[in-house]
């Protein structure tokens, strides 16, 4: 099994707190500066959310990796790893590669853990949209990948409770343990 992770200091406690022995782990590192102008373009993200969470980022405890991992920026790269290592399963967490069709027509289970209720806090800044509605009760979803972001089957789900007198980084880190427990529960006996 391939576990995808996103590159940041959240992506990195999420690899410190698996099995890693259990998986064959890969670093996304698709997001760039050029991502970050086009989710502001097209309204995804907006100024707010991209200080709030850059911020909180800031503050954030950093886990530094053990050990040297393979990195991807693009579907081609994750084609290539799929390909030599004969990859059935991926599971994604805290990634912000796109999957492409090529990989979703490659008929191999795609798995994806997003830490707010889906569909209705999908995609990104999910958070901060959850607090400011007042949607406390929240899950960590396992879902399957479609072409539609965060709108797969749901496989297993964990949940969890957002506190409005928390700062959002605090709200944040609840969210993304709450991934974690998940991706540790489903996957202990891997």
């Not at 391939?2 to 997001?31: A, C, H, P, T, Y």
């Not at 990859?87 to 912000?96: D, E, N, P």
């Not at 069709?101 to 191999?108: E, H, T």
């Not at 409005?164 to 202990?188: H, M, P, Q, W």
Request: net charge positive; aromatic share 10%.
């Amino acid at each position: 099994m391939l576990v995808v992770v996103g590159n940041d200091k959240i992506g990195r406690k999420f690899i410190n707190q698996i099995d890693q022995s259990k998986f064959m782990i890969v670093l996304d590192e698709s997001s760039s500066i050029s991502r970050v102008f086009k989710l502001l373009k097209n309204g995804s993200l907006n100024f707010s959310q991209l200080f709030q969470m850059f911020f909180s980022d800031l503050l954030r405890k950093n886990y530094p990796l053990t050990k040297k991992y393979e990195a991807i920026k693009n579907n081609s790269d994750l084609i290539n790893i799929i390909k030599k290592n004969n990859i059935k399963t991926i599971v994604l967490y805290r990634g912000g590669l796109i999957i492409g069709k090529k990989i979703i027509d490659m008929n191999i289970r795609i798995l994806n853990i997003h830490c707010a209720k889906i569909p209705e806090y999908g995609g990104i800044g999910s958070i901060q949209r959850a607090l400011k509605d007042k949607a406390y009760n929240q899950e960590a979803t396992l879902h399957v990948i479609t072409e539609a972001i965060d709108r797969g089957e749901i496989i297993a789900s964990t949940p969890y409770t957002l506190n409005n007198n928390f700062s959002y980084l605090v709200n944040e880190n609840i969210a993304y343990d709450a991934g974690i427990k998940l991706f540790n529960t489903v996957f202990r006996n891997v």
